[in-house]
Nanobody
Framework: QVQLVESGGGLVQPGGSLRLSCVAS????????IGWFRQVAGGQREGVLC????????SLTESMKDRFTISRDNAKNTVYLQLNNLKPEDTAVYHC??????????????WGQGTQVAVSS
């Protein structure tokens, strides 16, 4: 079955960086788009970035590209989310997700348990 396992979160000071990883299994990873969304407790999901099979990147909010980057390593079935210049408002649980489509549509059917990112001084 589809499994997505995130890691790399933690506590970081404002201005710091983190690299999140998402290891996928149970499907042909290289043929599908993978995205990240974030969610604070009791809040709505917010799309972060999504990477298509051709490595093009989609975002719902252009500002997400200002400080964050996404990449994929098909040989390792892994997607990375690089978070730079982190701000307190970036605090959330970050999930990777897919709907098993080649292009990002932000309608995810599968997602992992998430990794907590906390930005505080």
């Amino acid at each position: 079955q589809v499994q997505l396992v995130e890691s790399g979160g933690g506590l970081v000071q404002p201005g710091g960086s983190l690299r999140l990883s998402c290891v996928a299994s149970g499907f042909a990873f290289e043929y599908y788009a993978i995205g990240w969304f974030r969610q604070v407790a009791g809040g709505q999901r917010e799309g972060v970035l999504c990477i298509n099979t051709d490595n093009s990147v989609a975002s719902l909010t252009e500002s997400m590209k200002d400080r964050f980057t996404i990449s994929r390593d098909n040989a390792k079935n892994t997607v990375y989310l690089q978070l730079n210049n982190l701000k307190p408002e970036d605090t959330a649980v970050y999930h990777c997700a897919t709907d098993l489509k080649r292009l990002c549509r932000w309608e995810f059917a599968y997602w992992g348990q998430g990794t907590q990112v906390a930005v505080s001084s």
